[in-house]
């Protein structure tokens, strides 16, 4: 079955530690997306990229990195210079023009301690 | 950039009773509209979607939705609240270019049985 995958669940990081969540799609979906989801603020969305080396920031960038090398991979890491990273991220990917849609990860919840 | 607005973070519906979950959205152009659904830790899935097609919009488990450009809006309704609905709903407007999507803040539903 085709469908997005993130891994892992659940991330526990100590700060100053850089950490890389992984995001892998095998619908052949040429748009992938990560968001970051906070309770009451809806979905905001950090990078995208339309195609395979190439990315763009999003609303909320700073302190994150992407690369995408890959059609199928998308990973995010999450920087030390991230202030306040604990937060659920969620993965998506989609054709162009959206009228499909997203197809979402089921997401990884990132706790620093 | 697009906006939208979700009105009522919280609303409580009685197992039967009507729901309605507004949401609206900023934009000069008719976007496209989506309405997804997210269960606790897991990611979004989508409901319905309106683009450029019939103004009134049916989705699954007997959602609809109703594009109005005069008021700028597609509400989310379902004639009657099952149990199963309980969940956080998220409007969704895409970009002026299509290549991407903005989040309402989103509306947790409560049925009360």
């Known amino acids: 079955d085709g469908g997005i995958t993130q891994s892992p669940k659940y991330l526990f990081r100590k700060e100053g530690q850089n950490v890389t969540l992984s995001c892998e799609q095998n619908l052949n979906h040429d748009a992938m997306y990560w968001y970051r989801q906070d309770p009451g603020q809806g979905l905001r969305l950090i990078y995208y990229s339309q195609i395979v080396n190439d990315f763009q920031k999003g609303d909320i960038a700073e302190g994150y990195s992407v690369s995408r090398e890959k059609k199928e991979s998308f990973p995010l890491t999450v920087t030390s210079a991230q202030k306040n990273p604990t937060a659920f991220y969620l993965c998506?990917?989609?054709?162009?023009?959206?009228?499909?849609?997203?197809?979402f990860g089921s997401g990884t919840r990132l706790t620093v301690v | 950039a697009q906006s939208v607005t979700q009105l009522g973070s919280h609303v409580s519906v009685s197992e039967g009773a009507l729901v309605l979950l507004r949401c609206n959205y900023s934009s000069s152009v008719p976007p496209y509209l989506f309405w997804y659904v997210q269960y606790p830790n897991q990611g979004l899935q989508l409901l319905l979607k309106y683009t450029s097609a019939a103004t009134l919009v049916k989705g699954i488990n007997g959602f609809e939705a109703e594009f109005k450009k005069s008021e700028t809006s597609f509400h989310l309704t379902k004639p009657s609240a099952h149990m199963s609905d309980a969940a956080e709903y998220f409007c969704a407007v895409s970009s002026y270019n299509f290549n991407k999507f903005y989040f309402g803040s989103g509306t947790k539903l409560n049925v009360k049985p």
């Open positions: 998506a990917s989609s054709v162009q023009p959206l009228d499909y849609g997203y197809t």
